[in-house]
């Protein structure tokens, strides 16, 4: 078990050190979710006016720009594996594939929840609304979870596509549905500052679903890498 | 060869897919005649005619999704290429009375409830469940390699179909509808059914059931040789690289 961790935490740790000198994937995934958010801002002008009528949108807005740059980067994460050759060279590691799945979904994970830190409060500077309530945390790590497990075998499917940049959103977020009602449902509840027990539901449903597409993943990513 | 020249030689005689046409073109206009004799609904007048069409389209859809899955289980743990054939007629199929069931879902909506759609549960459900295939089949069509087109068939019908009863409790935070509960089920609107209507939605569902069973054969058929035709071609490429 600690050798199967410790080949997890190679991938990962692969992942972010080639981020941290390329800083390719957190970029675009940044600078993306800050155009998200102007361009809602310039699309609804009227909505930002009433402090009720962003309460109304905001919390669905801001699960669009997480989905919207989520996408982004998990499609680089095997795109720029695929084309400069490395991923053949990582599927030969003499490691267990679900542990290739495991490390890469934590390097999605890891900078897809750096990305939500840093635009959760932009967005709130440019809604003019206050986004911080400590209850938040939870539903986006969990939120972010499930993005992280299906996209990463979604993104290992669709790199060896014709289609893949496109495929990707279009099954991703099909799957995705599901949490994104409830996510963006609990972040609407907790946002009009309602109380904890509104939400309990939808984190155990996200939570639930966070384990189904933990498990299913790990036992299918050997299936769709496979030459 | 010699097997696959066997499949998809068409059947003549009493071949099932024969009996399973001849049967269908026969049971069709005996369904329709079961249809406009049954008695009107009292609250929904004639339209609710349409629900003896509209149940058994849904019903074959879930039926195309869970064969697609099983499919997509039997590749996964065997590597079969048969089962691609079987997965692909699940999915294809499935999309197809999927669409029936929610345009007569619409068309019957406009009368009940006065909109083509709301919002319910159920219908959030089957549009998403509608979403989700269709992908799949996107999916397939930008694969070319027989092999992995397969393997990521068979991975995403799997995840697809797990995905479908979280689908459905998810929509539990959508605003409620008033879809009909026809059997079991303590919500949404009831619908009686009494004596002669039961028979028809039976015979309905004798028809339409026999349709799909047809429709899944000719698409297993299609696949077959599809199959065979690819093989053959590669083989004669190879002739002519010698």
Known sequence: MG??????????AKDVRAELRTKDIFSAMFVFSLLATLVFAFALPGKLMEPKEVAGVAPGLLWVAYTFSGVLGLNRSFIVEKDRGSLEGLLLAPAD???IYLGKMLSNLTFMVLVEILITPIFGVVFNYSMWNPLLIPVVLLGTLGF???GTLFAAMAVNTRAREV???VLFFSIM???IIAAANATTALLSNRPIEDIAGQLQFIAIFDIIFLALPVLLFELVVEE | MATAIKYTR?????????????ATVFSWPISLIFVLMAGDDVNLK????????????NIMCFLSFMIYFIGGIAYWRTRNRKWDIVMVAGLELGVFWAVIGIITGAIWARYAWGAFWTWDPRLTTVSIMMVVYISGVMLRSSVEDPTRKAALTAAFGIIGFVNVPLVYFSTRWFPKGEHPIIFGGDSGTPVGLEGFMFLTLGVCFVAVGL???WMLLARIRLGQMHEELQSRRMALEGMENE
């Not at chain 1, 050798?3 to 990962?12: G, M, T």
């Not at chain 2, 059947?11 to 897919?17: H, Y």
């Open chain 2, 211 to 213: 349709l799909f069973g």
């Open chain 1, 177 to 179: 549905l599901p949490v």
């Open chain 2, 46 to 57: 004639y339209s609710q005619r349409i629900f003896y069409y509209h149940l058994p389209a």
């Open chain 1, 167 to 169: 495929l990707l959103p």
């Open chain 1, 3 to 12: 050798n199967y961790l410790r080949k997890v935490w190679a991938v990962f």
């Open chain 1, 97 to 99: 594939r679900s542990a």
């Open chain 2, 10 to 22: 068409p059947t003549k005689g009493l071949g099932l897919s024969n009996v399973l046409f001849w």
């Open chain 1, 148 to 150: 992280a497990e299906i």
